[in-house]
């Protein structure tokens, strides 16, 4: 059995279409990324795993419990730190986490300890005192993510749990949801930051536009992209025209995107390619300044599935 | 304890830090019991025997109106400041989360009417502990109305909250200008009085009146206004369960 399975899941909002015909699933155990921009869906598909909006048409199930018919039922079992931080604004943090921990049936003799250890784990502890509403951006962040992190539910749901969330704060809150999935919660992560699926995925979702455009793993995914190398040189003076034009003449790119003094290339095999192209350069005198051979990025991944960068589409 | 009461309590807690909140309402009820009650009830000496126990009950009634109306802009702001969705995703179920707005409603209607209520029954030598437990049931089934028509109402805020406040703002007036609890229904012009049997506010007024022991002969059908304070309290909870149940949804992103 999926954890979470969807199919042909579709939600419209008027006549913008958030979801078309998803069919998604996520396995028991894994750390499961939906990777897209903003507008792509993510947000809504959570919103419907997490029984706070009903489908359009469609169904989608979480632990074979259906979201319309089941709900409450998915409730107990699923805990979800919503993209906005959602907080009592006249309430300090220590507050809303008892509350939310009674609500969710945790022991009141393991509440104090657990509030207080979550709140250490996630640096909350000496905002203690403080309302919501004095909270910072990334504070009130770490609290939503606090939320699921004391509950420890069967399926917790991340919405960009680190956007407003300095450097340090990412690391903590990554090794966390990491050790949530090692106590054997089913965790979702939507994110549209490619260094925090790269941390956190065991598989990938690529939503675009509504729709599941590929799921994998990432090296799966890294290897699905023909060729698999990619190439950057940085020249002493902006890439020319002619040059381009030649080098996609020595055949063995599949892709050259120049960018003032630097030339990205996606090819077959860079070990073939890069002495021909140092070559070409040497004779049309264009010198270089470095070369960098790199596997592609999840940019890369989504950039090929898609047609367009993630990083565009923000 | 219970879900349903942990979310109520918690409510409850936060109703209770606003204290002042309360005494401002008393005072503006001992202010306007002092000056338009007792001027009023001189206007209209040996038309309306005790006219200003008649006044006293509309203004209790008022508040009673005012505390529904309270719960409807409480669910309101939860939508806006972004808690709604939080609570949506609580393990309670849709009827558990009206129940537990419904229990905070309920706490926000006592303690705003009772000390008003039980004081100024004691200075009109009218007290009697039966008789405040009668009205109060009275009141309690009139706030559920309201409180059930407000929620109901909220829905729209989901759409345009600008459209929601215009049409609580207007419905509020409308109940009450054309209700009983300032007049009573036999001095109304013809042309108001079929309007006023459309508010539930004349019968819940009429009806408390009756249980504390005000001259019938002014009042309308006692059995008539339990039925349709009864009715109208079923039928806005059953709407507004329904409204949570199928129709909101928390919030709405792509």
Not at chain 1, 9 to 37: C, D, H, Q, W
Not at chain 1, 240 to 252: A, P, R, W
Not at chain 1, 255 to 269: D, E, I, T, W
Not at chain 2, 219 to 235: E, R
């Amino acid at each position: 059995m999926h954890a979470v399975e969807t199919l042909n899941l579709s939600k419209k909002y008027k006549k913008t279409e958030a979801l078309r015909g998803l069919n998604f699933t996520v396995l028991e155990g894994e750390i499961m990324v939906i990777l897209g921009p903003n507008g792509s869906g993510k947000t809504t598909l959570l919103m419907i795993l997490c029984t706070i909006l009903k489908p359009g048409s469609g169904t989608a199930r979480i632990m074979g419990l259906d979201v319309v018919e089941d709900g409450t039922k998915i409730r107990e079992i699923l805990g979800i730190a919503f993209q906005e931080a959602r907080g009592f604004w006249r309430h300090k943090p220590s507050a809303i986490l008892r509350f939310h921990a009674s609500m969710f049936g945790i022991d009141p003799k393991k509440r104090e300890g657990l509030v207080e250890q979550t709140m250490k784990d996630l640096e909350l502890w000496e905002s203690r005192d403080k309302m919501f509403m004095h909270l910072s951006g990334g504070q009130a962040k770490r609290l939503e993510t606090a939320k699921v992190l004391l509950q420890r539910p069967k399926i917790a749901i991340f919405d960009e749990p680190t956007s407003q969330v300095d450097l340090r704060g990412k690391r903590k809150i990554w090794d966390q949801i990491k050790a949530l999935r090692d106590e054997g919660s089913t965790v979702i992560v939507a994110t549209n930051e490619v260094r925090e699926a790269e941390y956190l995925a065991d598989r990938v979702t690529i939503l675009h536009r509504g729709q599941q455009v590929v799921c994998n793993s990432i090296p799966t995914l890294k290897d699905a992209i023909a060729g698999g190398d990619i190439v950057e040189v940085d020249f002493e003076d902006p890439v020319s025209s002619t040059l381009v034009e030649h080098l996609k003449e020595l055949g063995g790119s599949l892709q050259l995107s120049p960018n003032g003094n630097q030339l990205r290339a996606k090819v077959s095999r860079a070990e073939d390619w890069v002495p021909k192209m140092t070559s070409a350069s040497y004779r049309l005198g264009a010198k270089i300044s470095s070369i960098r051979i790199t596997e592609p990025s999840l940019d890369d991944v989504f950039l090929h599935f898609t047609g367009t960068a993630l990083e565009d589409r923000q | 304890m219970n879900r349903v009461l942990t979310l109520a309590v918690f409510n409850i807690r936060v109703l209770l830090g606003e204290r002042m909140w309360f005494v401002l309402s008393w005072a503006l009820f001992g202010l306007q019991l002092a000056i338009f009650g007792s001027l009023m009830s001189r206007l209209v000496v040996g038309t309306v025997e005790d006219y200003f126990f008649f006044y006293s009950i509309g203004l209790i009634v008022i508040i009673v109106f005012e505390s529904g109306a309270d719960l409807g802009r409480h669910f309101v702001e939860h939508a806006r400041e972004g808690e709604l969705p939080y609570f949506l995703a609580l393990p309670i179920s849709r009827k558990g989360l009206f129940a537990a707005n419904a229990l905070y409603g309920a706490t926000n209607t006592v303690i705003r009417v009772l000390p008003p209520l039980a004081v100024t029954l004691a200075v009109l030598g009218r007290f009697s502990v039966q008789g405040i437990i009668f009205a109060l049931i009275a009141l309690f089934l009139l706030g559920l109305g309201i409180s059930g028509i407000m929620i109901s109402m909220s829905f729209i805020a989901f759409k345009s909250v600008d459209i929601y406040i215009a049409l609580v703002a207007g419905l509020s007036a409308l109940l009450i200008r054309f209700s009983t609890v300032f007049y009573p229904l036999i001095f109304m012009p013809k042309i108001y009085e079929p309007v006023a049997y459309l508010t539930p506010l004349t019968y819940g007024a009429d009806l408390t009146r009756w249980l504390l022991g005000f001259n019938p002969q002014f009042l309308l059908n006692p059995t008539l206004a339990l039925a349709v304070v009864i009715a109208v309290a079923v039928g806005t909870i059953f709407l507004s369960v329904t409204i949570m149940e199928k129709l909101i949804e928390g919030v709405k992103a792509a």
